[in-house]
């Protein structure tokens, strides 16, 4: 059993130092083919974990004795549990099929090698993320996927953007990061060990102002993976990488990181509950300021950025309110209708040439139906219609909301469930009917439906988009031996007025999407309103973070650059170098003068220091 | 006025000190090998007192020695000497310094 936990972890690696060796070389398909058969085995050995979980068996795995130094002992160990189970699946699943969509979308690229050898890379360090019995572990992984995700940003680095964009997400990853390494040390010096098992069972004993503060350090960090407000602004600059790279790091997995973080720690943050409330509050702020970002965005990925930005804020709103098995449930679901609805945008992007602007296309329904219809689904799960996978986890974070008196976040989170409604058909809407505007743009485009194994990878999601609500009860059964669950009371009057109200809201939200849309969008007039001004400018934030912190920062660096290190540090260096260069000049003209007579004065010189020297020595000795 | 050990350590230390002022001050390349000389038979006269002194025929030995390492060593030098004054015209340390670093 030991051997298939390491196996599905070691899978990915392995297809990625295959996928390194051609590194160097033109395109080879086998570069591309052999690191999605390894990541089918991952699939394999993950699923065939699940069934082993779900049984009642916690597989673990402890490769050696990691640091041991003083008291400090950390195992290297893995660890497939309840929790850990469920990710190793979707990251596999979503990963699977986003490499065999990756070997069409990336043919035509000349770093398809490299691409397959970062992408399994990436797979590699979710899983030591997700796999690993303590937090040192959790952290490697955490910053694994933190380099293979600025690797792929950056992947196109001849586009200064590009590399801008991957920086920008290293950075504020970075500084997120630096929190949670402290949470980690605080969590360590109290309780003396990092191991789950152990730091959750010593919770209790820890005090709780420092427990606290723990637990917002390592929020902090989770908000900087999960680009939660502030750290926001990473994301949507993120799609600058390939497509199916935003499918799965920047939709599906890497950000979820955040959450399952939460929902990993999640017997610290039931102690604390002030940060559970914090982190419930941020959810739903989130949620809405992402929603509405998205509202007005031309980018088609940019859009779908927001999209899960605002979902990550649904995730913590349960996670915040303690219902985690919900967060978790949330999570799955929504990493395959995003990963589909991001695979779907790849497809348009092909056919369009890389154009992203959606007022530009219009009518692609006409030639890429596929496509088209798997994003619709994706689209519908996402607004949350039943039977679509949406719909359960969603509208479990709403009824949770209501249930525990958290009526503003209840009604807020409602809003954005409108919201959602709206802006995921805009796009579909201007996307695939209405009028061709790409004549009029590109009159030489000739869009095309992408590859059939392309669509063919895209399905297994699309079904899991819709079916996957329906896995609610086994996911119960499996998580409840793992954590405490939360079931809302609530009366079934109540339970099936808020299905009422969510569902009229989304459907009617969707209708009138429809409706608007088909008759041609709303005026031109309303661009220059403020509030669509504010909200296309994403309220300015990147604004101010560059006015407020890039630019005084660049000026302090500069300034520490001129003035510090070039003359105050380089000088004085300088200077001694200068004085022993000289004297050493100075002293080889006269030694080395080539007047025999000279050095002949020396060796005389040195006969005397050293004769003084052995008479010292000698009444030193008597 | 007996003579003793002492004296004859004087004697070597004085031909000493001579030797060594002549290699210090001297520029002439062959008075440089004259002080040189002066130098080896100051040794050879303190090791054969001492070796007579102490009733130890191993310095007078040593003595020997060096009085046929000294000739040779002025026969090859002499050698070198003449071959300089011919390809330099000079004898004379100052001129003498092709060896500057």
Known sequence: ?622 | MEVTLNHYLLLAALLFMIGLFGVIRRKNLLMLFFASEILLNAANVALAAISYYTNNIQGQIMAFFIIAIAASEVAVGLGFLILMYKRMNSVDLDNLQIMKG
């Not at chain 1, 994301?235 to 399952?260: F, N, Q, R, W």
């Not at chain 1, 719909?391 to 008196?405: G, H, N, Q, R, Y």
């Not at chain 1, 699309?462 to 996911?475: K, N, P, Q, T, Y």
């Not at chain 1, 994403?538 to 560059?546: A, G, K, M, T, V």
Request: glycine share 6%.
């Open chain 1, 1 to 622: 059993m030991e051997k298939i936990l390491l196996i599905a972890l070691f899978a990915p690696l392995a297809g990625s130092v295959f996928a390194a060796l051609f590194g160097e070389n033109k395109k080879t398909l086998v570069a591309g083919v052999i690191p999605s058969l390894f990541l089918v085995i991952g699939t394999a050995c993950s699923l065939y974990l699940l069934t082993v979980v779900m049984s009642g068996t916690v597989v673990k795995a402890t490769l050696f004795e990691w640091i041991a130094a003083g008291n400090v002992s950390i195992d290297f160990g893995f660890v497939a549990d309840q929790i850990s189970v469920v990710m190793m699946c979707v990251v596999t699943i979503v990963s699977t099929m986003v490499h065999i969509y990756s070997i069409g979308y990336m043919s035509h690229d000349e770093g398809f090698n490299r691409f397959f050898s970062y992408l399994s890379l990436f797979v590699f360090s979710m899983m030591v993320l997700v796999m690993s019995d303590n937090f040192a572990g959790l952290f490697i992984g955490w910053e694994g996927v933190g380099l293979c995700s600025w690797l792929l940003i950056g992947f196109w680095y001849k586009k200064p953007f590009a590399t801008w964009a991957a920086n920008e997400a290293f950075i504020m990853n970075r500084i997120a990061d630096l929190a949670m390494l402290m949470g980690m040390a605080l969590l360590f010096w109290n309780i003396g060990s990092l191991k789950y098992d152990i730091v959750f069972a010593h919770a209790k004993l820890v005090d709780a102002h420092t427990l606290t503060i723990a637990a917002a350090l390592l929020f902090i960090g989770a908000m900087g993976k999960s680009a939660q407000f502030p750290f926001h602004t990473w994301l949507a600059d993120a799609m600058e990488g390939p497509t199916p790279v935003s499918a799965l790091i920047h939709a599906a997995t890497m950000v979820t990181a955040g959450v399952y973080l939460v929902i990993r720690a999640h017997d610290i943050f039931i102690l604390t509950a002030d940060v559970s409330y914090f982190i419930a509050c941020l959810g739903t702020f989130v949620a809405a300021f992402a929603a509405t970002m998205g509202l007005v965005n031309r980018d088609l990925k940019r859009i779908i950025a927001y999209s899960t930005l605002s979902q990550l804020g649904y995730m913590f709103v349960a996670a915040g309110i303690g219902a985690y098995w919900v967060a978790l449930f949330h999570l799955m679901t929504h990493a395959f209708f995003k990963a589909l609805l991001f695979l779907g945008a790849g497809n348009v992007m092909h056919a369009m040439h890389d154009e992203l602007d959606i007022k530009k296309m219009g009518g692609l329904y006409k030639v890429m139906k596929p496509t088209a219809i798997m994003m619709i689904l994706a689209s519908i799960a996402l607004a949350g219609i039943y039977p679509f996978a949406g719909f359960f986890s969603k509208d479990k974070i709403l009824e949770v909301a209501f249930a525990t008196d958290h009526k503003v976040l209840w009604l807020s989170l409602l809003a954005t469930a409108g919201l959602t409604a709206f802006y995921g058909f805009r796009l579909i809407m201007l996307v695939f009917f209405g009028k061709e505007n790409y004549k009029e743009f590109f009159p030489k485009l000739h869009p095309h439906e992408a590859y059939p194994y392309m669509l063919y990878a895209m399905a297994p999601l699309a079904v899991l988009a819709v079916i996957a609500g329906f896995f609610e009860e086994s996911l119960i059964a499996l998580l409840e031996k793992a954590m405490p669950i939360f079931e809302p009371h609530i009366s079934s009057g109540e339970f099936f007025m808020l299905i009422g109200v969510t569902t009229t809201l989304v459907v009617s939200a969707i209708a009138f999407t429809i409706y608007k849309y088909s008759k041609g969008g709303f005026s031109p007039s309303l661009e220059n309103s403020t509030i669509y001004k504010l909200l296309f400018n994403q309220y300015y934030i990147p604004e101010l973070y560059d006015r407020f912190l890039v630019k005084p920062y660049t000026r302090m660096s500069d300034f520490a650059w001129k003035q510090i290190d070039l003359k105050i540090i380089d000088v004085v260096v300088d200077s001694i170098a200068r004085t022993i260069y000289s004297s050493g000049e100075k002293s080889r003209d006269s030694v080395q003068s080539g007047n025999l007579s000279k050095m002949l004065r020396w060796m005389v010189a040195g006969l005397i220091v050293l004769l003084a020297f052995a008479f010292l020595y000698s009444i030193a000795v008597s």
